[in-house]
């Protein structure tokens, strides 16, 4: 027994640390379980699993239907006949009054019927199916944006944690600097201006560090809401700018890549919508052919007056069986049909129209999304020689300050110079990523 506690007892504290310590994502693991657990998705896939039972559901209309029933009647009141004076009994003036039919009635029936032929239930059959394509595709259209919304957010992530990262930087050195700066001040060595003029950079600096604090909350809560995980759940997402930059498939690649607008889900969804119209005219067109069906139906009667017992089985009980077939043809409905087969074509004219409307979006799309990345790995190159050269001066101006040779208003322009261009940067480092991700959603990649 000791021996089994000892084995145990490790794996329980094992346990007990695994599910203490936060859950790590990076941005695939990140998008693999949003597949499985957003809520968008877990919604198509329910829709996808009705459009299975309806193929079920309209496939049982062509195997046999058997129906039973029982009845129970109980005539408190005979109706009664008028038979000619004297028909029964002498004549008296008056006609006789017959009542035909006894006071109980109990009949059990079953009824079974077999459809044969009717058009319009193979149309259905192929339509159900096309239901369930279409429901398919609109899940997979719903996993497609899933994790392009989870890699945005991500993106976001990633780069407000670095701007915090960068920005706590800041405010620890210039923390230092202040403090440097009063001793300098308390020496006699610089004007209280210049104290003042690094306390206002430092308030800044806190001030941003504080808002991006609280946006980097509100996006890790919008990510994992995205992913179908609790706001509150303690998940650690763990790529950072470099590794998210560096992971993606390289910028030739993607902008040499052909567009091939048959592959695009929405091109899918509407060549299946168009099947659809294109099998509801043909089942208005089916409605002109008649249909068929088979039955065969039994009952079983018993009749009584007093002491009548209705699960006496030993009684005689009266059989009867029809076994036959049922021809249903309508030959005529007014304009009804033809106005219905005119709003089929309508409506297919519709799909046509709505489906050349699509390509050309498409093609528009691609189109504006390799504009907008070109555009964006531009401005990320610009941006981030900008923050070099920014920081390059804010550093050496930081040194001459220290060493008098700047002035406070020569280190105020720099660092609010830095701070510009390291906010632009991070800009064009979400714009970059964003339209990467966009440009590969387009692509189908």
Do not use: C
Not at 161 to 182: G, M
Not at 315 to 342: E, M
Not at 378 to 390: H, I, M, Y
């Amino acid at each position: 027994m000791k021996k089994v506690l000892l084995l145990v007892l490790p794996f329980i504290t094992f346990s007990s640390f695994a599910q203490n310590s936060p859950q790590a994502f990076s941005l695939k693991a990140a998008q693999d379980y949003a597949e499985l657990n957003s809520f968008s998705v877990q919604d198509k896939k329910l829709g996808y699993e009705k459009a299975k039972k309806q193929i079920l559901e309209t496939a049982a209309i062509g195997l046999p239907q058997l129906s039973v029933n029982a009845d129970y009647t109980y005539n408190s009141q005979l109706a009664q006949t008028p038979l000619p004076d004297g028909f029964i009994g002498p004549a008296d003036g008056e006609p006789d009054l017959v009542a035909f039919g006894v006071e109980h009635q109990t009949t059990a029936a079953f009824s079974l019927n077999q459809l044969i032929f009717d058009a319009s239930y193979l149309v259905a059959l192929k339509a159900t199916t096309v239901v369930k394509d279409i429901a398919n595709l609109n899940t997979e259209k719903a996993k497609i944006d899933i994790r392009s919304e989870i890699a945005n957010t991500y993106f976001l992530v990633a780069v407000t944690k670095e701007n915090v990262r960068l920005t706590e930087e800041n405010v620890k050195t210039l923390k230092k600097n202040l403090f440097e700066v009063q001793e300098y001040f308390k020496n006699g060595l610089l004007e209280e201006q210049d104290a003042d003029q690094v306390e206002i950079l430092l308030l800044q600096q806190e001030g941003s560090l504080e808002s991006l604090q609280r946006s980097l909350i509100l996006a890790e809560k919008i990510l994992k809401f995205q992913m179908g995980i609790s706001s509150d759940a303690d998940v650690n997402f763990t790529e950072t700018i470099e590794t998210l930059m560096s992971s993606n498939q390289s910028d030739s690649q993607l902008l040499s890549e052909k567009f091939d607008r048959n592959s695009h889900i929405d091109y899918k969804i509407m060549e299946a919508q168009r099947l659809g119209s294109k099998l509801q005219l043909q089942n208005q067109w089916n409605t002109i052919y008649p249909s068929l069906s088979g039955f065969l139906r039994h009952t079983e009667s018993n009749f009584g007056n007093d002491n009548f017992n209705a699960f006496q089985f030993d009684q005689p009980w009266i059989p009867g069986t029809a076994l036959g077939l049922s021809l249903r043809w309508n030959v005529f409905q007014g304009s009804g049909r033809i106005a219905r087969i005119q709003m089929a074509k309508v409506d297919l004219e519709r799909v046509d129209l709505a489906l050349d409307a699509n390509n050309t979006n498409l093609d528009i799309q691609y189109e504006t999304d390799k504009s907008n990345f070109e555009n964006a790995l531009s401005n990320f190159n610009t941006q981030k020689r900008n923050l070099a050269l920014s920081t390059k001066i804010r550093d050496r101006t930081r040194i001459k300050f220290k060493e008098g040779i700047a002035s406070s208003l020569d280190l105020t322009q720099a660092e609010n110079q830095q701070t510009q261009a390291q906010g632009a940067y991070f800009q064009a480092v979400l714009n970059l990523l964003n339209s990467k991700v966009q440009l590969a959603k387009t692509l189908g990649m």
